[in-house]
Nanobody
């Protein structure tokens, strides 16, 4: 399984950005996908996770109500729509895929994509 993240860049407080993650390879063994973020000097933080059939969706408390995760099973792409951005959303964002149903746990994820930088100015 391979993952490649797209999007990110520079946004303004109150604005929006969108991230996408393309997954390829043996996707039949994947239960779900997730987004995590990590700022310098901080732990990698769970942002959002979604099952392959989109029946199970979870969000981190800091993004609940502002971010929306989605799954496109035709394009094999997971998206993260980020609205009402805040400067504290500035981080490197990583997409990941898991064979397990524990979407919130970083240790559950088997495959990781490269990070993509999101910077939010105030």
């Amino acid at each position: 399984v391979q993952l490649q993240a797209f999007g990110g860049g520079l946004g303004q407080a109150g604005g929006s950005l969108r991230l996408s993650c393309a997954i390829s390879g043996n996707t039949g063994i994947v239960y779900g996908m997730g987004w995590f973020r990590q700022a310098p000097g901080k732990e990698r933080e769970f942002v959002a996770g979604i099952s392959w059939n989109s029946h199970n969706i979870e969000y981190g408390a800091s993004v609940q109500g502002r971010f929306t995760i989605s799954m496109d099973n035709v394009q094999n792409t997971a998206g993260l729509q980020m609205n009402d951005l805040k400067p504290e959303d500035t981080s490197t964002y990583y997409c990941a895929a898991t064979r397990k149903s524990s979407l919130r746990l970083r240790s559950s994820y088997d495959w990781w994509g490269q990070g993509t930088q999101v910077t939010v100015s105030s």
